[in-house]
């Protein structure tokens, strides 16, 4: 299987812990993408990284959130002291550029974090 | 700014029905990019079509349809003969080069229900 995997699939932490997140993208995609999700909600943007450089990040993302793509392969996305309010489902998506797929996002599972 | 709307909430059919989901979106761009992902109770978006601003041309893919009018701003999702299968949430989403990245606005999402 070929597709976007994250791992790990469900995180349950205590308020102030710090947790780490990982995506493993579509190999021959460049863009990669994470979002947030929370219930009965639509997933709004976090982040993206082209290649290894990060070219945007949304508002939500706070001081306490860190990403990374190094070598341009796989993500981490970190929250330190984490909040209750950090609790949602993060999505990653990847996307070629160029081609005729181009601007397709391809989702993996989830991580679904909860926060106690 | 892009908005992308989705008014139902939740919609309920008995299988073998049709049922049509709707989607209005708001850009100030020329060009832009348009399309529906579904999301079943796993989790994971699912990536159904992406529909270009200049090309109004309707599509079908079995028992799925999209009908795309730019005179009234709305990308709608019908699928015919519905299955159980297909309750899912479905999320129609908005993008163009005014997102960094071409990330993605989502709407809130439409939760389909299908009955036996």
């Known amino acids: 299987d070929t597709g976007v995997s994250q791992n790990p699939r469900h995180k349950i932490t205590k308020r102030g812990q710090n947790v780490t997140f990982r995506c493993d993208p579509i190999s021959e995609h460049n863009r990669l993408y994470w979002y947030r999700q929370t219930l009965g909600q639509g997933p709004e943007f976090l982040t993206y990284f082209q290649n290894e450089a990060q070219l945007e990040k949304s508002r939500l993302l706070s001081d306490r959130f860190s990403a990374e793509r190094p070598k341009g392969s796989f993500s981490t996305l970190e929250i330190q002291r984490t909040e209750q309010g950090d609790s949602a489902m993060y999505l990653c998506?990847?996307?070629?550029?160029?081609?005729?797929?181009?601007?397709?996002?391809?989702f993996g599972p989830g991580t679904r974090l909860t926060v106690t | 700014a892009q908005k992308v709307t989705q008014a139902q909430t939740e919609i309920s059919v008995v299988e073998k029905e049709d049922v049509t989901l709707d989607c209005v979106y708001e850009t100030r761009d020329t060009t832009y990019y348009l399309f529906w992902y579904k999301q079943p109770p796993s989790g994971e978006l699912v990536f159904l079509i992406r529909?270009?601003?200049?090309?109004?041309q309707n599509e079908i893919s079995g028992r799925y349809s999209w009908n795309f009018q730019k005179s009234t701003s709305s990308f709608n999702f019908t699928i015919t003969a519905s299955q159980v299968v297909d309750s899912a949430v479905y999320f129609c989403a908005l993008t163009s080069n005014s997102n960094s990245g071409y990330a993605l606005n989502f709407g809130k999402g439409t939760s389909l229900l299908v009955t036996p």
């Open positions: 529909r270009n601003s200049f090309d109004e």
């Open positions: 998506a990847s996307s070629p550029v160029g081609g005729r797929s181009s601007y397709e996002q391809y």
